[in-house]
């Protein structure tokens, strides 16, 4: 690691390290050595090791117009992500895709991590999620066997639902709860399928225990009924006439 202040009082007239302290994050090299900078806030050069200065290059990052993503790079012989080898990674093919995402003919990659060995039918779904031919991948993380079943149910009030065959998934979270068949996405983070009612907290899916699905309103984010009870976000108010209750201010 070499200390920047060090650095700065040795820069040559080497074009790619001239100006370095002025210039953003990123690979630069000197005296046939290649270095990475992660943060000019906090500047240290690390050498990257075994670098092949005469084939090295950095990849194009055509998802971003920030000059300063300059993260993924390549040699004749390895891929290298913020300065460190990407163990297996073909240079011949490798591609960037996005922040932290990359691919070659073999895998998709976030980082050093393989994600998918499927990188021919990979394809992204929305911000979070993206899928194979086989999977269905929450960030890096499979959250669905089942690809081919995977489908959007609706997007409602900052909650998105989708489902496969076996299971119901909120915001990219599995919930086995759900009948799959019969599962419906109402507002304000409740949904029902033909036997419970359910609500979305900020930590749980849960069931609404003693709500009739077949006769539950949304009210408003507060409140709902059916046709026994009167709730405040799933918490049955007791002594309130859903047959002649009504919400104020909604």
């Known amino acids: 690691m070499i200390n920047i202040s060090a650095l700065a009082s040795r820069i040559t007239n080497n074009t790619k390290f001239k100006n370095a302290l002025s210039r953003e994050p990123g690979y630069y090299v000197r005296k046939n050595k290649v270095y990475y900078c992660g943060s000019l806030a906090s500047p240290t050069f690390d050498l990257v090791a075994g670098a092949d200065v005469r084939s090295f290059q950095t990849l194009q990052n055509n998802f971003s117009k920030l000059p300063s993503i300059r993260q993924y790079a390549i040699d004749e012989k390895f891929v290298y992500y913020k300065g460190k080898t990407i163990p297996g990674a073909d240079p011949s093919s490798f591609v960037v895709l996005g922040y932290a995402w990359g691919k070659d003919c073999n895998h998709i990659y976030t980082a050093y991590k393989i994600v ?135």
């Open 116 to 250: 998918s060995n499927d990188p021919d039918h990979f394809v992204k779904i929305d911000r979070h999620l993206s899928k194979d031919s086989k999977c269905i991948y929450y960030a890096d993380r499979v959250i669905s066997y089942d690809a081919p079943h995977f489908q959007l149910l609706a997007k409602v009030d900052g909650l998105t639902y989708f489902k496969d065959r076996h299971s119901i998934f909120v915001n990219g979270i599995r919930v086995k709860e759900p009948d799959v068949r019969s599962f419906e996405p109402l507002r304000h983070g409740y949904s029902r399928d033909g036997d419970h009612v359910y609500l979305m907290g900020p930590a749980s899916f849960k069931i609404m225990e003693g709500a009739d699905p077949e006769s539950f309103q949304v009210i408003n984010q507060y409140y709902s009924l059916d046709q026994n009870h009167v709730y405040w976000r799933g918490a049955r108010l007791i002594d309130c006439e859903p047959s002649t209750y009504e919400a104020l201010n909604c």
